[in-house]
């Protein structure tokens, strides 16, 4: 499975968007782009994912590079309870259980 | 609908003594996954059901760790004996996907071992 680099932290202002890098260089053809957060020591919580196109939920939208060589996910209304480490994640869709986790970016929403 | 739930939500134990986890996923979700968090560790994957079928069963550290799923509806994790490096909190997910399609996965809260 190809690796993602995520900053280890970010900061964002209470209300303003939160974009959250990742570089996924080595990513194949097959393998899908996912993003999930743990806020403090809860579950993980599943946010969004992508294959070639842009995603956008509730939550929160994706953007992936037309290489998907990146993507950024963006959170357009930061609010305190978005406080939590984001989880960068590549992987084949066929086996879309086995996910590997990687460090993540903390990110801290300030007032 | 109840989301996935994990018993005990806390458990301390001392080295050598056994313990089980139970995980209930969500109704329906033929796809039940276990993952564990070692202190000042990342996330790790231990094994995946399909129903009562173990799928993939390569992140099961060693032997003292046995996952079982009778009737394909709860799942249970047994440590036996505990050491003192399998203290973390260890996550459940279910899914109802596919093998080969893409989606979420829905976790428990986790059950925090300690071994003393």
């Known amino acids: 499975d190809a690796k993602t680099t995520q900053p280890p932290s970010m900061d964002c202002a209470e209300g303003r968007a939160a974009n959250l890098p990742c570089n996924h260089s080595?990513?194949?053809?097959?393998?899908?782009v996912y993003w999930y957060r743990q806020i403090h020591s809860q579950g993980p919580q599943y946010i969004i994912h992508?294959?070639?196109n842009n995603e956008t939920n509730e939550m929160a939208s994706l953007i992936i590079t037309e290489d998907r060589k990146s993507s950024t996910l963006i959170l357009p209304h930061a609010t305190l309870r978005d406080t939590a480490v984001y989880y960068c994640?590549?992987?084949?869709?066929?086996?879309?259980?086995?996910?590997?986790f990687g460090k993540g970016t903390k990110l801290s929403v300030k007032p | 609908e109840a989301g996935v739930t994990q018993f005990p939500s806390h458990s301390v134990i001392e080295k050598g003594q056994t313990v089980t986890l139970r995980c209930d996923p969500i109704?329906?979700?033929?796809?039940l996954y276990w993952y564990r968090r070692v202190m000042g560790k990342e996330i790790k994957f231990l094994l995946h059901?399909?129903?009562?079928?173990?799928?993939?069963e390569s992140g099961m550290p060693n032997n003292r760790f046995l996952a079982e799923r009778t009737g394909g509806t709860y799942s249970t994790l047994k440590v036996q004996p505990a050491e003192l490096e399998d203290s973390g909190v260890y996550f459940c997910?279910?899914?109802?996907?596919?093998?080969?399609?893409?989606?979420?996965?829905?976790f428990g809260e986790g059950s925090r071992l300690t071994v003393l």
């Open positions: 080595t990513i194949s053809g097959n393998e899908y």
């Open positions: 997910a279910s899914s109802p996907h596919r093998d080969r399609e893409a989606g979420e996965l829905f």
């Open positions: 994640i590549v992987r084949v869709g066929r086996s879309q259980g086995n996910l590997i």
């Open positions: 059901f399909v129903k009562e079928s173990k799928q993939d």
């Open positions: 109704s329906g979700h033929d796809n």
């Open positions: 992508g294959l070639k």
